[in-house]
């Protein structure tokens, strides 16, 4: 009876858990009390514009860096010195760092030859080997890292932390020295081989849209903080305020002060006296009145008439004139001044223009939206 192991039978819900993180660099918190778990086998970024913290999270899991308070869990286990080597997670770095020395194999197969004992040249050559194939590399294990593209030498950076077998493996801006359409395709890559593999991600990006199109669940950062996490649909859809909304995708804000409000919608009323009224995220609390706020609406959500069409009561409508018109093939993005709230950013899709040409610029328009499109947000 005495024998049995208590805490390897503990059923373990996330593969990586922050449990009140707090680090400091002096003066300097870069990550200020973080909770967070990352289930197994998640695709999971750390979204924020720069110095907000995303690298020293992912050096804290790695072990390159100590929390100051809390504690990081790995597999459901405190890593609390618990030396990075030890750790079961590989970091890929901004820059891939391949030895230029080093054919693809030897690259590759660098971090298992350090290992002591070290293992049998047989063995890491088969492990180098598998490695190759899952990259998609296979028959490029001779050639010298200079010769082969940037993509190329991204999943040579890749396989070089796989063949570890982590448990995880962290992307620190993997993408960002890529050109686009390169980056538009190993995003791709990336999730296809996260799938394969089975291992959690995590990738730290600047970028929403890499974010976004990649990732499970998503976390947004801010001066060492979490704003919000969650799917990006979630975030997407119920931004908790205007920092949120306006890192994920295009908004509108109408920017004023609250005048009114009940349990689910809130009033504001802009610079010009004009008052446009927002739902309430679910759970929300209103902002008091007199506060700023802002109402959000998603530039899809909008639609345009002309400025005399008979408008459908139930919408809020405001009248503008059109600035810009951009065809995109699929829509139109319109860009429509308006008198109390500035200009508005309107994505019109190319079906329902298709029987009057859409507007052009100096036309005289209406704009407007369903009530339950328009969200009001804080600034905080
Ligand atoms: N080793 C360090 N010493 C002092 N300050 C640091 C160190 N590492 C990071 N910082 C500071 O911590 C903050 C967060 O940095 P970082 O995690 O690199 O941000 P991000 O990756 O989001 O750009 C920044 O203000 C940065 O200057
Ligand atoms: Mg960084």
Redesign the pocket.
Known sequence: MGLVSQSSTTECEFDIEFRGVTKR??D?V?VDDISLGVERGAFFSFL?P????????LRLIAGFDQPTEGKVFIGGESVVGVPSHKRPVNMVFQQYALFPHMNVNENIGYGLRQRRPKPAKQEVLKRVDETLEMVRLSGYGKRRVWELSGGQQQRIALARALINRPTCLLLDEPLAALDRKLRREMQIELQTLQRDVGITFIL?THDQEEALSMSDNICI?RE?KIIQSGSPRKLYDEPVNKYVADFVGKTNFFNGEVVESTDVTVSVKSDSGQVLTGMLIKGATAPANKSKASVAVRPEMISISAADATNNSANIAIQGRVLNRIFLGEHSEYLITTEGFGDVLVLSPKSIESNNQGFAPGDNVSISWKPDAALVLGDT
Do not use: Q
């Open positions: 660099f002096d300097i870069a924020g720069s110095g907000c913290g995303k690298t020293t999270s730290v950062m060492g």
